[in-house]
């Protein structure tokens, strides 16, 4: 997943369009690397959430990713 934030942030850069939420996403993603997790996105998700000292609610997510009937 670094390679695709690094392809994308290049390509941004190239066309002179900032995107300042992608390269803290980055960082995040980095960090979590650094960690030896390379895991997708949701690791990114994880490390917000510990950062915050926040957890949100598994019934929450399922919702989201649409794996609960509700």
Do not use: C, H, W, Y
């Not at 390679?3 to 900032?18: E, R």
């Not at 960090?31 to 390379?38: C, D, I, S």
């Amino acid at each position: 997943m670094n390679k695709d934030f690094g392809l994308v942030l290049a390509t941004a850069a190239a066309a002179k369009v900032p995107m300042p939420a992608t390269a803290a996403a980055f960082q995040m993603n980095l960090a979590e690397f650094a960690e030896g997790k390379e895991e997708d996105f949701s690791a990114v998700i994880a490390l917000m959430e510990r950062l915050a000292q926040v957890k949100t609610s598994e019934a929450a997510n399922r919702r989201v990713a649409g794996t609960s009937s509700i």
